[in-house]
Nanobody, 122 residues
């Protein structure tokens, strides 16, 4: 599975962005998908995950209620809708495939996209 994340950019605090992650390969629908982020000087952290069928979603406490993860298996794409963005959301965002049942642990994901940068100005 090859993953390509896009949709990042510069946005003011309180604004919204939608990230997308397009996957190649016919096995996309068999993988849980996760979003992670890494801010400058910090470790990569879990943001959100969705199970293979989209029936269950999981979020980091820091984004719960503001971000929504979803997927369209017919389009081989997973999305991360980000609302009420804060400066502390500034990071490079990565999508990943694997993750068992929507794990929050990065080592449980087998495939990673290249990342898309999100900058939230105050």
């Amino acid at each position: 599975v090859q993953l390509q994340a896009y949709g990042g950019g510069l946005v003011q605090a309180g604004g919204s962005l939608r990230l997308s992650c397009a996957a190649s390969g016919r096995t996309f629908s068999t993988y849980a998908m996760g979003w992670f982020r890494q801010a400058p000087g910090k470790e990569r952290e879990f943001v959100a995950a969705v199970t293979w069928g989209g029936g269950s979603t999981f979020y980091a406490d820091s984004v719960k209620g503001r971000f929504t993860v979803s997927r369209d298996n017919a389009k081989n794409t997973v999305y991360l809708q980000m609302n009420s963005l804060k400066p502390e959301d500034t990071a490079v965002y990565y999508c990943a495939a694997g993750g068992g049942y929507g794990s929050r642990w990065s080592h449980e994901y087998d495939y990673w996209g290249q990342g898309t940068e999100v900058t939230v100005s105050s």
